[in-house]
């Protein structure tokens, strides 16, 4: 069983910043993909970000690219998202995912990741 548990979010004003958390454990060993996502209301969830094992390879959705900066400790099973230049647009409950254990590449689409967790709340205020 592997749980995942986000911290960081909150109310912010456009244009400021927020740290998201995500931290892993249980059942869960290396190499594995970790990612966000995010869900506005009345929308689909969409993909965010996404790291492999080694923090070698990121890849972000356009519309982060530039403002958002995603990175993992595996020593502490913990990825971050660093959020920044935020806009109204980016309000919605945040996701972690993380992929099955022997997956070494970084990937955008849901299917790739059995474990998610409960989501926190980012809110950017105009």
């Known amino acids: 069983q592997v749980q995942l548990v986000e911290s960081g979010g909150g109310l912010v004003q456009a244009g400021g910043s927020l740290r998201l958390s995500c931290a892993a454990s249980?059942?869960?060993?290396?190499?594995?993909?970790m990612g966000w996502f995010r869900q506005a209301p009345g929308m689909g969830r969409e993909f965010v970000a996404t790291?492999?094992?080694?923090?070698?390879?990121?890849v972000y959705a356009d519309s982060m690219k530039g403002r958002f900066t995603i990175s993992r400790d595996n020593a502490k099973n913990t990825m971050f998202l660093q959020m920044n230049s935020l806009k109204p647009e980016d309000t919605a409950v945040y996701y972690c995912?993380?992929?099955?254990?022997?997956?070494?590449?970084?990937?955008?689409?849901?299917?790739?990741?059995?474990?998610w967790g409960q989501g926190t709340q980012v809110t950017v205020s105009s």
């Open positions: 995912a993380a992929s099955n254990s022997c997956l070494t590449g970084a990937y955008s689409t849901e299917r790739q990741y059995p474990y």
């Open positions: 249980g059942r869960i060993s290396g190499p594995y993909a």
């Open positions: 790291i492999n094992w080694s923090g070698s390879n990121t």
